[in-house]
């Protein structure tokens, strides 16, 4: 279904919108950089798909999973933009419950930030602002509850090399009753080179605390991908392995993999 899924979404990404290419004057390599900057002034449509295992009590169980993750920068004032980054789930899972299949949308990550246009003297990069999660999945696939936090992203970019890191801490508000009590930190450090050729070859951990259970995930992400043009328009494709070096007793073990496609709409 998810398969399905990926590859519908594809060509919408691909035919959807004005048939836009770089231009003669447009550089490639510093389009590749922008990309590797998580809040540049660039539209960017990322599909990425993952594929977990060992998940559930006896360890059987399967996941696959679709993150539609649009960026769209906003400009505000002369200097400031404002960001927005938005994370869709589509979940396909199986014995996690042993048993039982579960398949859908998950919820919803909404974050905006609030970033200088211009890098700091020192070339420092960044940006602040709300982070809200959508309790938008279905049974089996939701937190069930509404949670808000706050979210920071710092870089530099230095040469072929980027490197960061991104944060969240997400609370649960309101009425847990029904829901899952919700104090969560996520924390994203990465390193990307970028070569001559447009391959762009990414390190970074996303690692997720739950305060309330007090337990770590921690997948370890090595991706390689390269700048290309499918029907006119810019697209960095590839993909890489993960491996969780922690997880929750019911949590995913050992390697994954993970597919991603992204649209580029430079100006």
């Not at 919408?12 to 490639?28: E, T």
């Not at 029907?231 to 993970?258: I, M, Q």
Request: charged share 10%.
């Amino acid at each position: 279904m998810l398969r399905n899924i990926f590859a519908g979404l594809c060509a919408f990404g691909l035919f959807a919108g004005p048939n836009a290419a770089l231009s003669q004057g447009s550089d490639a390599g510093d389009l590749a950089k922008q990309l590797s900057n998580p809040i540049s002034s660039l539209i960017s449509v990322p599909y990425q798909f993952n594929y977990d295992r060992g998940l559930g009590t006896a360890g059987n169980g399967t996941r696959t999973t679709v993150n539609l993750q649009p960026v769209a920068p906003f400009s505000i004032s002369e200097n400031w933009n404002v960001i927005s980054r938005t994370i869709i789930p589509f979940i396909d899972q199986k014995d996690v419950i042993p048993g039982t299949r579960q398949s859908g949308v998950g919820d919803v990550v909404q974050s905006f930030f609030f970033s200088p246009k211009a890098p700091t003297a020192g070339g420092m990069i960044w940006g602040v602002g709300p982070v809200f999660l959508l309790p938008t999945g279905g049974t089996g696939l939701s937190a069930d509850q509404f949670a808000a936090g706050a979210t920071g992203v710092v870089l530099k970019q230095n040469g072929p090399w980027t490197y960061g890191a991104l944060a969240n801490h997400l609370w649960s508000v309101g009425d847990t009753t029904g829901g899952t009590k919700i104090s969560t930190t996520f924390f994203q450090p990465f390193l990307v080179y970028n070569t001559k050729n447009l391959w762009t070859i990414a390190l970074n951990t996303e690692t997720t605390y739950d305060w309330v259970n007090d337990q770590a995930t921690v997948p370890v992400n090595l991706t390689a991908t390269k700048l290309v043009k499918i029907a006119g328009r810019p697209v960095s494709v590839g993909g890489g392995v993960k491996y969780w070096a922690d997880s929750p007793n019911n949590g995913p073990e050992g390697w994954g993999a993970r597919l991603i496609v992204t649209f580029l709409f430079p100006k």
